[in-house]
C-alpha cells in the first residue's frame, strides 16, 4: 500500500469527522464569540466613559466661563454696587432711584444661576468635592453682602431649586444669629457639608487650606511624561509654596528684653481681643475673661500684669525687619516632685501675617528652648471653637489628651448654669494643662492659639 493513499488516509478522515471533533470546533467558535462580545463591551464602555469625561468638562469649562462673564460685570460696576456689598448697611445708603439697587440685584441673579448649576453638577458627581468647596466660598462672599440678605427671602429665594433654597436659608439665618464672622464661616460650611450628605470635603474646608503640593527640589530633572504629579498633603509653613502671593517674613526673635514687655502686651490683648474664640479656661482662671464668653474691660491692663511677671517664665518678641512685632509667646517652666515640664502660655501672631510661616517660626523657637533645658514635655491649651488653631497644633505635633469641664455654682443657683453648646456660649475646652491647684496663684499654665492660623474676625 503506498503511503498517502486514499485507503491509508480514509481512517484519519473518518476520526476527524467524529464528535469530538465537532464539539471542539463548536466550542472554539462560541469562546471566539464570547471574546469578540467581550471586547465590544469594552470598547463600549471605554467609549462611553471617554464622551462622559469630555461632556463634565465642557459642562465646567462653559460654568467657568459664565463665572467670569459675572466677574466681568461686578468690576464693571464696583462703584455703584460699593455701598451695596458692604458687611452692614451704611447709614449714606443711596435712594431707591439709584442705579445701585438694580445693578447689584442683577448681580446677584447671575450668581444665583451660576450657583444653581454647580450645585445641580454636584449632585450629580459633574463636579469633584474639591472644586464644589471652592464654589462654597464663593457663596459665602455673597452671603456677606447686607443687601443680598436683605432680598433673599423676598426678592431672590423663589427662583431658584431646593438646594439653592437651602443653602443660602441657612446662610442667612446663620448671619442673623451668629454675630461673630469666624464662626458664620465655619458654621455655613459645615451646613453646606451636611445638605450634601455629610461631605467631608466641604467640611473641612477652612482647616486644608494651606495644604499645598509637594515639590522636590530637583523636580526639573523629574520631568517623565506619564508619571503622576506630587501628592497634596500638609507640610511645615516653611516649607509651603506660598500661593498667595505672601513671602516668608525674615524674623528677628528676642528673649526677655524688658523693653519689650509693654509694646508685647498691648500687641497681644489688641490682636487676641478681635474675636472670643481665643478664650479657653485659663482666661477664665485668671480673670481675663468674666465668664468664658467675652473679655474683661481692662484686658490692656491685665496683660501688662501678666507679662511683667517673668519668674520662672520667658517672654519671646518676634519682630520684622521694620521692627513691627510680628508674634509674641509666654513659656512657662512648671516642676511636680515627678516630672519638669514647660507650658505655653500665650502665642499671638498678627493676622495681616497669615500664611508667612511666622507661627511655625515661633513654635520651632519654643522647642528649641524647652529641648535645650533637657524637658520632654510641653503642653497647651486652645478654645473649644479655634478648630484652625488646632489644626494648626497637630500639624506641629500636639494631640489632644485631656478634656476640661467647668460649672459655675452660682450661675446654678440662679437657674442658668453652664451653657450648652448649641446656644454657642459653652465655657471653652482646654488642650492639655497641668492639674487645678499645680500652678502658681495668678499664673496660667496654658497656651494660646495662633491668631495667624484663627478665622479672620
Not at 450657583?115 to 469633584?128: G, K, L, Q, T, Y
Not at 456677606?144 to 423676598?154: A, E, K, L, M, T
Not at 500664611?355 to 511655625?360: D, F, K, N
Amino acid at each position: 500500500m503506498e503511503v498517502g493513499s486514499g485507503a491509508t488516509m480514509q481512517p484519519i478522515i473518518q476520526a476527524m469527522d467524529g464528535p469530538g471533533i465537532n464539539n471542539f470546533i463548536a466550542l472554539t467558535a462560541a469562546v471566539i464569540a464570547l471574546l469578540s462580545v467581550i471586547v465590544a463591551l469594552g470598547v463600549y464602555i471605554r467609549t462611553e466613559r471617554r464622551e462622559r469625561r469630555v461632556e463634565k468638562s465642557s459642562a465646567y469649562l462653559n460654568l467657568e466661563v459664565q463665572s467670569s462673564e459675572t466677574f466681568r460685570y461686578q468690576a464693571e460696576n464696583a462703584l455703584v454696587m460699593a455701598k451695596f456689598q458692604l458687611p452692614e448697611r451704611p447709614a449714606d445708603v443711596p435712594g431707591p432711584d439709584h442705579a445701585g439697587w438694580e445693578t447689584t440685584q442683577s448681580f446677584y441673579f447671575q450668581c444665583l444661576n451660576l450657583f444653581e448649576v454647580c450645585s445641580n453638577f454636584r449632585r450629580h458627581a459633574i463636579v469633584s468635592p474639591e472644586v464644589f468647596a471652592s464654589w462654597v466660598t464663593w457663596f459665602h462672599e455673597i452671603l456677606q453682602d447686607w443687601y443680598f440678605r436683605s432680598i433673599w427671602r423676598s426678592e431672590l429665594r423663589a427662583n431658584y431649586t431646593l438646594d439653592v433654597r437651602n443653602i443660602f436659608d441657612a446662610g442667612v439665618e446663620i448671619y442673623e444669629r451668629e454675630s461673630d464672622p469666624a464662626r458664620r464661616e465655619r458654621e455655613f460650611f459645615s451646613a453646606v457639608a451636611y445638605l450634601f450628605g455629610g461631605c467631608r470635603v466641604v467640611g473641612e474646608w477652612l482647616d486644608h487650606l494651606e495644604t499645598v503640593p509637594v515639590i522636590p527640589s530637583d523636580w526639573r530633572r523629574r520631568q517623565i511624561i506619564g508619571r503622576p504629579g506630587p501628592r497634596y498633603r500638609e507640610v511645615p509653613a516653611e516649607a509651603r509654596l506660598q500661593t498667595e502671593g505672601i513671602p516668608p517674613v525674615t524674623l528677628d526673635l528676642r528673649w526677655n528684653g524688658p523693653e519689650d514687655v509693654p509694646l508685647a502686651a498691648g500687641f497681644a490683648s489688641r490682636v487676641i481681643s478681635q474675636g472670643v474664640d481665643y478664650i479657653s479656661h485659663g482666661e477664665i482662671q485668671t480673670g481675663l475673661s468674666p465668664d468664658g464668653r467675652s473679655w474683661a474691660d481692662n484686658l490692656p491692663a491685665l496683660y501688662l500684669a501678666d507679662f511683667s511677671d517673668l519668674k520662672d517664665r520667658d517672654l519671646l518678641v518676634a519682630r520684622t525687619p521694620d521692627k513691627a512685632i510680628a508674634a509674641v509667646a509666654i513659656l512657662a517652666w512648671e516642676e511636680t516632685p515627678r516630672m519638669r515640664f514647660a507650658v505655653i502660655e500665650d502665642l499671638v501672631v498678627d493676622p495681616a501675617l497669615r500664611s508667612a510661616g511666622v507661627g511655625a517660626r515661633v513654635l520651632e523657637a519654643l522647642f528649641a528652648r524647652v529641648q535645650g533645658r533637657g524637658v520632654a514635655w510641653v503642653f497647651l491649651e486652645s478654645g473649644l471653637r479655634n478648630e484652625r488653631a488646632h489644626a494648626f497644633f497637630r500639624r506641629h505635633g500636639f494631640a489632644e489628651v485631656s478634656h476640661v469641664f467647668a460649672r459655675r455654682l452660682d450661675d446654678q443657683a440662679a437657674g442658668g448654669g453652664v451653657p450648652d453648646r448649641s446656644s454657642g456660649t459653652e465655657p471653652p475646652r482646654g488642650k492639655a494643662t497641668p492639674k487645678a491647684g499645680r500652678g502658681r496663684a495668678g499664673r496660667r499654665t496654658s497656651a494660646k492659639p495662633d491668631r495667624a492660623l484663627s478665622p479672620r474676625p
